[in-house]
């Protein structure tokens, strides 16, 4: 975050270009940004950061994590981004285990309500006990996300897993 919003984003979009890039994603907002008004100034700050990208040819993403879920004060944080950033400027690396722990956002409804925000899809499992799982051994119903992920946007499928026993086992099952 402080890369794409502070000097450092021309250098920034100019590695992703070197490396072939079509996105920079921003991965996780400072602790200090979680309050509705924190959201918001993170909304101007990426439409901002998100022009300077689209003028070098790049599109800017950002990248959930649990706490974009929250509700505070009322309001989703989530919510926040999606309402105040130019879709132009700013798509979703949608992180389905991360929108289902956080609770507040259906990644179905996603992406009917918000159609072509998100370009990136991280594909993640969940436990019954809420912890991570081997995509297709935990609970999150899957057929019925992917239905709407076209509508979505989603271009690239990403399967993951942040803590995996045997990471081996977990690249074959996903």
Excluded at 31 to 51: I, K, T
Excluded at 92 to 116: I, N, Q, T, V
Excluded at 161 to 168: G, I, Q, R, T, V
Aim: glycine share 12%; no cysteine.
């Amino acid at each position: 975050y402080d890369i794409v919003t502070g000097s450092g984003l021309p250098q920034a979009l100019e590695d992703v270009h070197t490396l072939g890039g079509k996105w920079i994603v921003v991965p996780s907002l400072p602790g200090s940004l979680h309050s509705p008004d924190g959201y918001r100034e993170v909304a101007r700050q990426f439409n901002r950061a998100g022009l300077a990208a689209r003028e070098s040819g790049l599109k800017l993403l950002y990248h959930n994590h649990g706490g974009d879920h929250e509700v505070v004060d009322g309001v989703s944080l989530y919510d926040i981004l999606l309402k105040e950033t130019d879709p132009e400027l700013l798509g979703f690396e949608l992180d389905l285990y991360w929108a289902a722990k956080g609770g507040s956002s259906d990644p179905g409804e996603l992406f009917a309500r918000h159609r072509g925000r998100f370009p990136a899809l991280h594909v993640k499992d969940m436990a019954p006990n809420g912890d991570f799982a081997d995509v297709g051994s935990g609970i999150l119903d899957f057929p019925a996300m992917f239905d709407t992920a076209r509508q979505g946007g989603v271009k690239q499928w990403l399967v993951e897993h942040d803590a995996p026993a045997d990471p081996f086992a977990t690249a074959r099952a996903g």
